[in-house]
């Protein structure tokens, strides 16, 4: 795939968690992140687009970042409502569409 | 309210056709790029195809070009999925999602997702 990420991730409620997004210097580097967000059985929810902003509505407990060929997705304060598949994703003009990574389950302790 | 609603899932059989609507409201749907997104079960997400909102741009996955054709309505603010050729692989919750563009950023993002359609593809 384009964009890796880990299966899982797990954290205890109160801490911080940090999911990583790796993938080739020019399509990450050259392309704006967004993060998503999908509950279980529910639709994906915007939580990070451009790298690093929130959508009005998003907590700002949720943060992005991005160097080089990675991009991460922290998340702290991690409370039980966060349990979810949290996805990047890269517009690619080279592909001519959108790419997800993989997915990670976050699980909360 | 912003809102996609998706229809037209069901069971079919594996070679059948299906087409697939979202029903868009609560925002001007003619100047919007639309995507269909994809997840079979227990996977990830697969976007599958876009649309400008003129219709000039269609793009397609592999996965699915030649067998899927995307189209739209502006009018009648909806967006379609006419799946043919199906094959079992092809089972997964479909959903249409607006692509967005934020000048100031210079992201492209698609923020706004429907609830998805079910296609099952089994004989």
């Known amino acids: 795939s384009v964009l890796t990420q880990p299966p899982s991730a797990s954290g205890a409620p109160g801490q911080e968690v940090t999911i990583p997004c790796s993938g080739r210097a020019p399509d990450i580097g050259s392309n704006s992140v967004n993060w998503y967000q999908q509950l279980p059985g529910k639709a994906p929810r915007l939580l990070i687009f451009?790298?690093?902003r929130r959508p009005s509505g998003v907590p700002d407990r949720f943060s992005g970042s991005k160097s080089g060929s990675s991009a991460s997705l922290a998340i702290s304060g991690l409370q039980s409502d966060d349990e979810a598949e949290y996805f990047c994703?890269?517009?690619?003009?080279?592909?001519?569409?959108?790419?997800f990574g993989g997915g990670t389950k976050l699980t909360v302790l | 309210e912003v809102q996609l609603v998706e229809s037209g899932g069901g069971l079919v059989r594996p070679g059948e056709s299906l087409r697939l609507s979202c029903a868009a409201s609560g925002f001007d749907f003619s100047l919007y790029s639309m995507n269909w997104v994809r997840q079979a079960p227990g996977k990830g997400l697969e976007w599958i195809s876009y649309i400008t909102n003129s219709r000039k741009t269609i793009y397609y996955a592999d996965s699915v070009r030649g067998r899927f054709t995307t189209s739209r309505d502006n009018a009648e603010n909806t967006l379609y999925l006419r799946l043919a050729s199906l094959k079992a692989d092809d089972t997964a919750v479909y959903f249409c999602a607006r692509n967005s563009y934020s000048g100031l950023q210079r992201a492209y993002f698609m923020d706004v997702w429907g609830k998805g359609t079910t296609v099952t593809v089994a004989s």
């Open positions: 994703a890269i517009w690619t003009a080279g592909l001519s569409g959108w790419v």
């Open positions: 451009g790298d690093y």
